[in-house]
Nanobody, 121 residues
Framework: QVQLVESGGGLVQSGGSLRLSCTASGFTFSMYTMNWHRQAPGKERELVATITTSGITANYANSVKGRFTISRDAAKNTVYLQMNSLKPEDTAVYYC??????????????WGQGTQVTVSS
């Protein structure tokens, strides 16, 4: 049974920090690029950060670059999103997504259930 379980969301003041975690099970974690997405009320879901299977390369949306850091721990089958200098506009439901890398056949993805992040001004 495939599962992506997010945790770490909550309420934080502007300028504060949170660390989100997403623990995977039921599939081969090392074959999957891991992404964090977010969706604010009334807005489309957007890609926030992505990290390759090796964990060497990460990319970020311009809106979070320099403030957020994505990382992964192969031993724990977990991907993290460290969020610093949070702003009210970061308020959203954050989702973890696993996307099978093309070199492993691609064409497979899984989503977590989401975790709420609320940043107060």
């Amino acid at each position: 049974q495939v599962q992506l379980v997010e945790s770490g969301g909550g309420l934080v003041q502007s300028g504060g920090s949170l660390r989100l975690s997403c623990t995977a099970s039921g599939f081969t974690f090392s074959m999957y690029t891991m992404n964090w997405h977010r969706q604010a009320p009334g807005k489309e879901r957007e890609l926030v950060a992505t990290i390759t299977t090796s964990g060497i390369t990460a990319n970020y949306a311009n809106s979070v670059k320099g403030r957020f850091t994505i990382s992964r721990d192969a031993a724990k089958n977990t991907v993290y999103l460290q969020m610093n200098s949070l702003k009210p506009e970061d308020t959203a439901v954050y989702y973890c997504r696993a996307l099978r890398a093309p070199k492993y056949g691609g064409n497979m993805e899984f989503w977590g259930q989401g975790t709420q992040v609320t940043v107060s001004s």
